[in-house]
C-alpha cells in the first residue's frame, strides 16, 4: 500500500521482555516520526528523524526506550525490560520533509500490551 | 501538565447543525496549531492548521479561529455530516513547525441523524 506500515499490529509480551515495532514509512518521505497513544490520552511526541539521525529524542520516557532509522527508511522502536505501563498504542508518522505543514501520514499503530 | 487542554471528552450534534470543538493551551512558545481527526483502528489524520499570525484559516466545512490573547482555538464544522463523526485531537508546537506536537486528550464528536 502507499501509506505508513507498522507491524506488528498488536502485539502482548510479559513483563521484562524485549519488543521491536516496525515503520516502514511512505516512499520518499524523509522524515519519520514515533508517537505513543496512551488510553484516554492524545498521542505523545517520542522521537523524529530526519534521514537516518535522530533530529529529537526528547520524548523517549527512559534509556529503555531506544529507536534507529539505519538507513533512512525503515525504523524500529526498541524497548528493553518491558513495564505494564509501556502499553499504548505506538504511532509512526512521516512526511515528505520535516514538517513544515502539519501534514504527518500517521500509520494505523502497533498495539503494546505488557502483561 | 497538560499544555494542550480539550476539556470536553464528547460533543454531541444533529447532522446539518454546526459542531464546535474547543481547545485551550498554556504555553506561550507555541506558534502553530492543528486539528486531527481519528477513526477507530486508525491513524490520526491532518484535518486543518493555523499559524499564530492569523486568527483564522478555512477549509471547505472546516474553519479553525483562533485567539492568541486567550491561548484559545477552535474548529467549527459546518453543515454536520455523520461521516464527521470520530475523535478530533488539537495539537500544538513551537517554532513554527509540525515536528513535534503537543497533543490534547481529544473530543469524540458524534453527529446524529
Known amino acids: 500500500g502507499a501509506g505508513v506500515s507498522q507491524t506488528p499490529s498488536n502485539k502482548v509480551t510479559e513483563k521484562g521482555k524485549y519488543v521491536e515495532l516496525r515503520c516502514d514509512p511512505i516512499?520518499?518521505?524523509?522524515?519519520l516520526y514515533w508517537y505513543r497513544q496512551s488510553l484516554g490520552q492524545g498521542p505523545e511526541f517520542l522521537i523524529y528523524?530526519?534521514?537516518?539521525?535522530?533530529?529529537?529524542d526528547s520524548g523517549l520516557p527512559n534509556d529503555r526506550f531506544f529507536a534507529v532509522r539505519p538507513e533512512g527508511s525503515v525504523s524500529t522502536l526498541k524497548i528493553q525490560r518491558t513495564e505494564r505501563g509501556d502499553s499504548a498504542v505506538y504511532l509512526c508518522?512521516?512526511?515528505?520533509?520535516?514538517?513544515?505543514?502539519?501534514?504527518?501520514?500517521f500509520g494505523e499503530g502497533s498495539r503494546l500490551t505488557v502483561l | 501538565d497538560q499544555q494542550v487542554k480539550q476539556n470536553s471528552p464528547s460533543l454531541s450534534v444533529q447532522e446539518g447543525r454546526i459542531s464546535i470543538l474547543n481547545c485551550d493551551y498554556t504555553?506561550?512558545?507555541?506558534?502553530?496549531f492543528l486539528w486531527y481527526k481519528k477513526y477507530p483502528a486508525e491513524g490520526p489524520t491532518f484535518l486543518i492548521s493555523?499559524?499564530?499570525?492569523?486568527d483564522k484559516n478555512e477549509d471547505g466545512r472546516f474553519t479553525v479561529f483562533l485567539n492568541k490573547s486567550a491561548k484559545h482555538l477552535s474548529l467549527h464544522i459546518v453543515p454536520s455530516q455523520p461521516g464527521d463523526s470520530a475523535v478530533y485531537f488539537c495539537?500544538?508546537?513551537?517554532?513554527?513547525?509540525?515536528?513535534?506536537?503537543?497533543f490534547g486528550t481529544g473530543t469524540r464528536l458524534q453527529v446524529t441523524l
Open positions: 516512499s520518499g518521505h524523509t522524515a
Open positions: 495539537a500544538a508546537s513551537d517554532g513554527g513547525t509540525a515536528s513535534k506536537l503537543t
Open positions: 493555523i499559524s499564530s499570525i492569523k
Open positions: 504555553n506561550s512558545m507555541f506558534d502553530y
Open positions: 528523524f530526519q534521514g537516518t539521525g535522530a533530529a529529537d
Open positions: 508518522a512521516s512526511s515528505p520533509r520535516l514538517a513544515d505543514t502539519g501534514e504527518l501520514f
